[in-house]
């Protein structure tokens, strides 16, 4: 059993040395953990642009963590803001709605300001890494993604087995990773690449 663990905390639980980078990505979610952390590696001089990316869950009416802020993106920029990260070093995508969405949707954003992403820090939450570093990996296959990993609702590579709530979200998120991928590979096995703006027409 202890193996088997192993396995699938290895594949959920991502983390990567902290290198310089373009930009950091922030994922939307209503962890506030997440663009706390991503102001810690802002002062700390590990890229220059922060970009959060969400509007709300796709099927929820709104973004409810606090009825001040409409999106997510409005929610994270206040944090970062009042963490000493300044406005015009934040970007601005509050249009996604799911992960995919936010990683198809950053690119469209550093496409339009004319970044050419090599290397990005993405700031996401320990158990949702693998699946949000393959969604950034897809929309951005020239660039080298690192994952900086944030513990949110008391679930790290250690303790996740040992609830039930760990158990459910760890494992659902190995499910994703290969029911939300299938269209993906399909299209590329098939040959038929989009643009960004194609698929986003289409979702």
């Known amino acids: ?116 992403v090599k290397k990005a820090i993405l700031c996401c939450q320990a158990y949702h890494a693998r699946r949000a570093s393959l969604y950034y990996q897809v929309c951005f296959p020239e660039a080298k993604i690192l994952v900086c990993p944030v513990e949110t609702k008391g679930i790290n590579r250690d303790n996740w087995h040992q609830s039930a709530r760990g158990i459910k979200l760890v494992l659902a998120e190995i499910t994703h990773c290969g029911t939300q991928f299938e269209e993906i590979l399909t299209e590329i096995k098939e040959g038929c690449p989009h643009t960004v703006e194609e698929i986003l027409k289409d979702l």
């Open 1 to 116: 059993m202890n193996k088997i663990l192993e396995i699938y905390t290895d594949f959920i639980f991502l983390e990567d040395p902290m290198e310089p980078a373009d930009l950091i990505f922030v994922p939307g979610s209503e962890e506030e953990a997440l663009p706390i952390q991503a102001a810690k590696l802002w002062h700390q001089g590990y890229a220059p642009i922060v970009l959060p990316s969400g509007k709300y869950a796709k099927y929820s009416e709104g973004f409810s963590k606090d009825p001040a802020f409409e999106t997510e993106w409005a929610y994270f920029s206040d944090i970062l803001q009042r963490h000493q990260v300044p406005k015009e070093r934040i970007w601005k995508e509050d249009q996604a709605t799911f992960t995919y969405e936010n990683a198809l949707r950053s690119r469209q954003v550093t496409d339009q300001k004319g970044l050419q």
